[in-house]
């Protein structure tokens, strides 16, 4: 027996010799490798801009924060989501205001989206959950008839297209983020992408301590010598640091450093390729479970490409599963030394989000979102990696279905 994981980056040697590189060129931060990476990401995701970024979840934060949401305003997300994509909402002072998923693509409800919208909602945050973008180009037309900004949080869903276009490009503003779970990785890091010279010049700004634009991309003396550029500036380095310590606006350390940049120029490179070798997982994973009359697998409508992110399956049909076999199914996995996963538990179900909400600062509690619950108590995500083997696929396959009839004996 040896052990699957859940997931697992794909590290070669031309992402170790770059951040040998960058290590041994003296510049480990705001230099040429972080540029290059979020030209790499804006250019996946058609957009004229990137702004490289310390994590997603932070660039979902500066996303917010450069369209002006704040206190009073309310936001319209998905409850069936990593918690970051609703936290950003938080960060900056406004109401998280959750709407039911579409049973099928796992995303927000067009239609339920629409009927939630009020003179009060000042921004749409949108998940490609698990990758899918399905209705990213339905929630743009509402936000434009609304005339309210929509955040593509397409952290999962990296180089997929949608009806001929590329996640990320469909609203305002796009974030994706580079976790070593991630299609690619930077270690952490994240990236925001728009077509708005504005937006991503205040999102540069405030990555860097609220820098002027124009200096946030300037790099003093002291970072030219390797050193961090800030200890030049605090050690008095005076009129050669020139305006490194003016700040214009209240700003944040967000900045990507230039060795979790290396990593991801060398992975960008390789794009192609590990999209490539994760539809080949996925294709070995449909191949081998279709069918299997208790399980839904993911499901994308016709017009509509995965970026596969994970491999999330869901025990078939309410009331047939419930969670503690769910549970029993994931932890039996798990003494196999096979990494599962309960991808995700609803955000608006988190016992702070439940706490907020009787305060009235989150809109939406249990009994709220039947589907986004419903789904949430029977999905399992199973090892996905891009050097999965299929005798591995065969081994998970087989101990899921082991625990599975273990659960339907234990009913007796
Ligand atoms: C990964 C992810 C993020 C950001 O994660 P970080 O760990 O902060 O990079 C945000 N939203 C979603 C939906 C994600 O999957």
Redesign the pocket.
Known sequence: MHEIPLSRPDITNAEIDLVVQTMKSGRLALGPMAERFEQAVAASADRAHGVAVS????G?HLALLALGIGPGDEVITTPF??V??ANCILYVGAKPVFVDVCPRTLNMDPEKLAAAITPRTKAIVA?ETFGNPAYMDEYEAIAQRHEIPLVE?C??ALGVSHRGRRAGSFGRIG?L???PN?QITTG???CIVTDDRRLANLCRSMRNQGRAIADARERPSAAEAGAAPTAGAIGGGGGSVGSWLSHERLGYNFRMSELNAALGVAQMRRLDEIIRKRQHVANMYFKRLSGHHDLILPTLLPETEMSW?VFVVRLGGPGAWTRDERDRIIAGLRRHEIGASDYFPCIHTQPFYEALAREGQVRGRAGDFPIAESVSTRTIALPFFNDLTERDVDIVCGTLELMMSRENLGRG
């Not at 994590?55 to 932070?58: C, H, L």
């Open positions: 994590s997603g979840t932070a979902l989501s990593f970051a994509s998940v949080d952290c999962e974030v983020a580079f976790y991630k952490e890091g994240g992110f």
